[in-house]
């Protein structure tokens, strides 16, 4: 591995966007299945790193949320990446229960 393989980023690093928000695509570590994809910014990320488990912002509602704090399928988190521009996350998780609000696995259960 290079030098820059491992570097390690801090939250000041991370490229946000004009509304201090960065997408994450959160995966299950197992399977390799993609879960979602959500929002966070400065205080989720830092959050989800603290606590081991993802926190988002809600953009609809203005606020931020524990994902499962309502339904319980909580996701545990085994390691967050970043990508090579600083500007996407990868949350690799341990579900407990399905990602989607519909009951699916995942939110990506349609196809066109």
Excluded at 15 to 28: R, Y
Aim: one cysteine or more.
């Amino acid at each position: 591995m290079s030098v820059s393989e491992t570097e390690q980023l801090s939250l000041d690093d991370l490229s946000f966007n004009e509304q201090g928000l960065i997408p994450c695509i959160v995966q299950d570590n197992e399977t390799g299945e993609v879960l979602m994809m959500a929002w966070m910014n400065r205080e989720s990320v830092q959050r989800t790193l603290e606590e081991r488990t993802t926190w988002f912002w809600s953009r609809s509602r203005n606020k931020f949320w524990h994902k499962g704090e309502e339904s319980g399928n909580t996701q545990k988190l085994v390691e967050l990446r970043y990508d090579c521009d600083a500007d996407c996350l990868l949350a690799k998780v341990m579900p407990a229960g399905p990602a989607c609000h519909t009951g699916n696995q995942s939110c990506f259960y349609r196809a066109f």
